[in-house]
């Protein structure tokens, strides 16, 4: 989604937002722009393309503003043009705004603007909000602020300046996020953590229905019917170093590498002697699990992993279609939701109409203090600090620590399951060290315009986050599959033309997946198969053989994944592409 910053200081505005929105862009990337207080009058820039262009444009002129607020826009309403990026100003110079999120009644809000004499110039429901700040101004921003937002529908964070109050900002979060990041004699506002580590690691983050007024000297935070809040901050443990390539060429690349040791890190949290649960699992009579994308495919896995060492049912929905159901849920469930940013619309609101049933709400998160962290009856963190890559790498394999971790965390035989797991950072290292070989199997197959992914039990759900990480990043189309199911149906896909990526570690399965690899090759199909290291069978009935370590059956997701994120990247890279913001996507996804 978009991503927005407000920065109110003694600074240069131009450069710390500019800083700040090149951080953020991986949230959206199709324009940006600025809007700079100086001297009583708003000066407004923006591009259509990404934020360099934006430096472009802003390169040499001289702006001494200390107060501005920025956007980088993912559109939902409006196509990609200058007239449509943000900010929005009220037409008359006096007001400037930047959103992130969707205002469900635009449509009536702008006629009625317009009846009121209003000219609308863009097509976004953005400008509604800044035309109606303007019409209710009388002296004070947070008092027109305050007298707008009951007349708003849907999700949104925003920030807006006027060139009548200098040095002020005032930020509202109500189903998108907003951080708050304070600074001596200077504060900034921030979609995501990320965009703040160069300047502060304490910060407030905005829960729903939270406005922040924002001066160089001070915040202060009210409800939307201004009651002023005590909120406390929060210091980040993220490092600024981990928000950047570190050497790499792409984020995403880092990210892969990091694997071995964020997955450590996580699993250090959840397998010391005396970690306990704060209940039990087996008081539940069902789990059901909620999320979206990559997250969910974890959550796949995290089905096998909790009904054989817990030994209850678990469903996994996706949480765009759980929200809608007519699931039974309530009292005597748990339902595990799932989020790298903790901030997915379809996720929080599928997670929240569940506990307002009465189920009980775990979370699995990766961002402190995100709003379903704050939503969750209780909150387990992944320690793989920021992601800035669209495409989510190391945050699924943290989370399927956590849920390994979890679901062993009762079961008689935890001290050497966690033995076994203890193992797996070093193996995914040995994983990674081939990252060359891997690169030259990807290589054969980047003008591709199909592939197939197939796999078994832990494996079904690798199948099915190696060919998302392909077709995200290469637009190569590719399909995942449960390999049993193939000749129900895929089976008449395969040709001499199709490449199939079979993920075959030596598991319970194994026999029945080379049964499998024979009727690929029976109808001519091309295989690509990640398996244990000296599996002859495999090496024999594969065009490309990916070799893994061997490790436990129940581990092998955190191994097979590797190198099919690897696969992925080095398609995308070679044919050009960017890997870190992939067309049409955005990291965190605000909007149901
Ligand atoms: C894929 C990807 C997405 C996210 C999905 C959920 O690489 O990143 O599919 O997994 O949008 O996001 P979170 O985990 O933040 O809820």
């Known amino acids: 989604m978009c991503g927005i910053v407000g920065y109110t200081g003694k600074r240069r505005a131009v450069f710390i937002l500019l800083e700040a929105l090149e951080r953020l862009e991986y949230r959206g990337y199709d324009s940006s722009g600025v809007a700079l207080l100086e001297g009583g009058q708003i000066f407004v820039d923006k591009k259509v393309g990404k934020i360099r262009e934006l430096i472009k444009s802003l390169w040499g002129k001289e702006l001494n503003a200390t107060t501005g607020i920025g956007h980088t826009r993912w559109a939902t309403h409006g196509g990609v043009c200058e007239l449509n990026a943000h900010p929005h100003t009220d037409g ?54 305050l007298k707008v937002l009951p007349m708003l529908k849907g999700a949104y964070a925003f920030a807006v300046i006027s ?94 590498f990091e694997q071995p040791r964020v997955v450590a890190d996580t699993i ?54 759980l929200r809608y159901s007519d699931t039974p849920i309530g009292e005597g469930d748990l339902v595990i939701a799932i989020s790298q940013s903790g901030e997915t619309a379809d996720t929080r609101f599928s997670a929240l109409s569940a506990k307002e049933k009465g189920a009980v709400l775990l979370s699995i998160v990766n961002v402190m203090g995100s709003a379903l962290s704050r939503e969750s009856d209780y909150t387990l963190y992944t320690h793989a600090g920021p992601e800035i890559g669209v495409a989510a790498t190391k945050t699924f394999t943290c989370q399927l620590a956590v849920l390994f971790s979890l679901a062993i965390s ?14 797996v950072p070093n193996l995914m290292e040995e994983v990674l060290s081939k990252a060359e070989g891997i690169k030259e199997v990807a290589l054969n197959y980047s003008q591709r315009k199909n592939l197939l992914y197939l796999g078994r039990y832990l494996s079904y759900p690798v199948a099915l986050e190696g060919a998302l990480k392909l077709k995200e990043i290469s637009y190569i189309h590719a399909e995942g599959y449960p390999a049993g199911e193939m000749k129900h149906g895929p089976i008449a896909l395969i040709d001499q033309h199709m490449p199939v990526v079979v993920v075959a570690p030596r598991d319970r399965v194994y026999e029945k997946i080379l049964s499998n690899i024979e009727e690929v090759l029976a109808r001519k199909g091309i295989v690509i198969s990640v ?36 696969f992925a990247y080095y398609i995308a890279d070679y044919l050009g592409l960017d890997v870190d913001q992939p067309r049409n996507l955005a990291k965190t996804v605000t909007v149901e």
Request: negative net charge; hydrophobic residues 40%.
């Open 531 to 566: 398996g244990f290291e000296g599996d002859e069978n495999l090496k024999k009935l594969s065009k490309d053989f990916i070799e893994i370590p061997q490790v436990a059956e129940e581990l092998t997701p955190f191994l097979t994944v590797l190198p099919l994120q690897l």
């Open 163 to 256: 060139s009548m109050e200098p040095n002020r900002i005032v930020g509202v979060r109500y189903g998108s996020p907003l951080v708050v990041g304070l600074g001596e004699g200077e504060n900034f506002l921030a979609s995501d953590i990320p965009a703040l580590l160069p300047f502060t690691k304490k910060v407030i983050p905005l829960e729903d229905g939270e406005i922040a007024d924002i001066t160089p000297d001070g915040v202060s935070i009210y409800d939307f019917e201004g009651n002023l809040k005590v909120k406390e901050s929060i210091t980040v443990q993220w490092d600024l170093l981990s928000a950047e390539k570190g050497g790499f060429k792409h984020f995403m690349l880092k990210e892969i």
């Open 410 to 423: 009762a079961h008689p035989e935890r001290e050497n399951l966690i033995n076994q797991l203890l193992k």
């Open 268 to 321: 250090k949290g959840y397998i010391s002697r005396d970690y306990e649960l704060p209940f039990s699992l087996k008081d539940f009579r069902r789990i059901v699990i909620t999320a979206c994308g990559t997250s969910y495919h974890a959550g796949l896995i995290g089905k096998y992993w909790l009904e054989r060492f817990v030994g209850i049912p678990v469903e996994v929905s996706y949480a765009s279609e």
């Open 92 to 145: 008359e110079g006096r007001f400037a705004l930047v959103h992130n999120g969707i205002i469900e009644n635009y449509r009536e809000l702008k006629e009625y603007l317009i009846s009121r004499g209003v000219k609308y110039v863009s097509e976004t429901d953005t400008e509604a909000i800044v035309h109606l700040i303007s019409l209710n101004y009388e002296g004070d921003l947070l008092k027109a602020v």
